[in-house]
């Protein structure tokens, strides 16, 4: 028969593993399952950015359009294949109809209510616990070589530090001086004082460190087949055999819609495949990250490497590490940097990102199963929002009040 466990997190990516510190820190034992390996999915290539400058949704007003022109072109920041798969096609029509004023302002303050808790937590969690996972503080920056497209973001500067979003907007030539890294003939950029960095595999790493040294239990590889609610809790059958948990928790990410189908939940989360090449540290890299805005594309440096990310691709399943999506970050870099490789390639790799159709976490109860928690739907926020979400997660599970409003993000909210 299956040992009991108080609580059971489905997913061990940052998502999970946050949420499972931070249960364990209010004294509830836990046990984390996952398919594959700590940290391996959405949580391993992404560029490991900790953004509260990006509390401004994807849907605002204009993106419709600029998304139209983009989404046929391989190239593109963002990228559609042409499918027949209504779900997506459903998923785009809501995601178009909340490109308004009203809806952008409400998804701003709540995922700048997440952020900024995340943020001030994930520095306590970092000297606290000793993540040893290259934490940094020192900002992020926008970057641009298209005049037009600087004063339309320095435009809106204002509007983000009415928000309480800090932005100090640069000239590119003074900028190019201070950044040596860069070429010249930039037009600008954008400093965010409050965004912060750290290396996302160690991080995962880091946590399970932690997690396995408080006595919580972690099984990498083994695969949830079956989730059978009930009255009293949540029976779980593995490839590794039953599990039971008085509690648990779905932190699946993009593969949540699936998970909630099947308890009678529809969630509105569509996969948005990305992508990241990862080199060998150049000798001359940015100080600190930098979003190439012209094009989406992120650059990071770390102590040893160099990370390229970004694009969007709504291909739904699709396994393919696309040449021409991994040749746009490549480009970008170039035409922005002295240095745009390293001397080695390290990694070349996809994930996807869980997108909501409103650009908010998914974080709550299932209505129909009391016992039964679902945190996704962060889109590219994963780990901007971990620790934040985690801290939600405890709180409202042991019943305690959460430090932030969690109404926003709420399971029901789409139904």
Not at 158 to 163: D, G, I, K, S
Not at 165 to 186: C, K, M, S, V, W
Not at 315 to 324: E, H, V
Not at 327 to 338: G, K, N, P, Q
């Amino acid at each position: 028969m299956a040992v009991r466990d108080e609580v059971i997190i489905v997913g061990a990516g940052a998502i999970g593993l946050a949420t499972a510190l931070a249960l364990s820190e209010q004294g509830r034992a836990v046990r984390v399952l996952d398919a594959g390996r700590i940290g391996g999915g959405t949580s391993h290539g992404n560029c490991g950015t900790i953004t509260p400058s990006h509390a401004p949704p994807l849907a605002a007003p204009g993106v419709p359009w600029r998304a139209l022109q983009w989404m046929l072109s391989p190239r593109a920041p963002l990228y559609i294949p042409p499918r027949l798969d209504p779900a997506l096609w459903r998923w785009l029509w809501q995601f178009a109809r909340r490109c308004n004023r009203a809806d952008w302002l409400h998804s701003t303050q709540a995922r700048a209510a997440l952020l900024n808790d995340s943020r001030t937590r994930l520095a306590d969690w970092v000297q606290r616990h000793g993540l040893a996972c290259e934490f940094d503080t020192r900002g992020l920056d926008y970057v641009f070589r298209s005049p037009r497209n600087f004063d339309q973001h320095a435009a809106e500067c204002e509007a983000l530090n009415a928000l309480g979003i800090t932005t100090q907007i640069l000239d590119g030539g003074r900028y190019a001086r201070q950044e040596p890294a860069f070429r010249d003939g930039l037009a600008g950029a954008i400093h965010f004082p409050g965004d912060a960095q750290l290396r996302p595999d160690r991080f995962t790493a880091e946590l399970a460190r932690v997690l396995r040294a408080r006595g919580v239990v972690i099984e990498e590889h083994t695969r949830v087949l079956t989730l059978r609610p009930d009255a009293t809790g949540v029976s779980i059958m593995t490839t590794d055999g039953p599990r039971m948990g008085a509690e648990v928790v779905l932190g699946t990410g993009p593969w949540s819609p699936q998970w909630a189908r099947q308890l009678g939940l529809r969630i509105p989360i569509q996969p948005g495949k990305g992508y990241s090449l990862t080199y060998a540290r150049p000798a001359l890299v940015p100080q600190r990250p930098v979003v190439l805005k012209d094009h989406s594309v992120f650059v990071i440096a770390w102590a040893q490497s160099l990370r390229l990310g970004g694009t969007m691709e709504f291909a739904g399943a699709d396994t393919r590490l696309t040449a021409a999506r991994l040749h746009a970050l490549d480009d970008a870099a170039a035409l922005y940097l002295r240095q745009p490789r390293g001397p080695a390639l390290q990694e070349r790799w996809y994930g996807w990102r869980p997108m909501s159709v409103d650009d908010l976490p998914m974080l709550g109860r299932v209505p129909a199963h009391p016992h039964v928690w679902i945190a996704a739907g962060h889109g590219m926020l994963g780990m901007s929002m971990s620790v934040g979400t985690g801290q939600l997660m405890a709180d409202l599970i042991n019943g305690r009040a959460p430090a932030i409003d969690p109404a926003p993000y709420r399971v029901e909210r789409c139904q």
